[in-house]
């Protein structure tokens, strides 16, 4: 599976963006997919996860202001994000899992190459 992340870029605190990544291949409704980021001098830490039923699951820093969702006919996993803040200023990177725990980025299998979020305060 190869991951295409897009969507990120310079943003007010308070607006909006939403990040796509686009798969390739036919088994994308096999994996479950998740949002991670990494901000300068920090860990890569999970953001959001959606199962291949559809599930999600949520960081509490992004807990009500970021939602997960797929579209599996298009091979594409989304992250709309609302209410933006200076701490959610990091690189976003997208990944895929074949297994049932979606918290830690060990248990990704495949990685997208990321895409900058900026928010200026």
């Known amino acids: 599976v190869q991951l295409q992340a897009s969507g990120g870029g310079l943003v007010q605190a308070g607006g909006s963006l939403r990040l796509s990544c686009a798969a390739s291949?036919?088994?994308?409704?096999?994996?479950?997919m998740g949002w991670f980021r990494q901000a300068p001098g920090k860990e890569r830490e999970f953001v959001a996860a959606i199962t291949s039923g559809g599930v999600t699951y949520y960081a509490d820093s992004v807990k009500g202001r970021f939602t997960v969702s797929r579209d599996n006919a298009r091979n594409t996993v989304y992250l709309q994000m609302n209410s933006l803040k200076p701490d959610d200023t990091a690189v976003y990177y997208c990944a895929a899992e074949s297994g049932t725990y979606y918290f830690s980025p060990a248990r990704y299998d495949y990685w997208g190459q990321g895409t900058l979020v900026t928010v200026s305060s």
């Open positions: 291949g036919r088994t994308f409704i096999r994996y479950a």
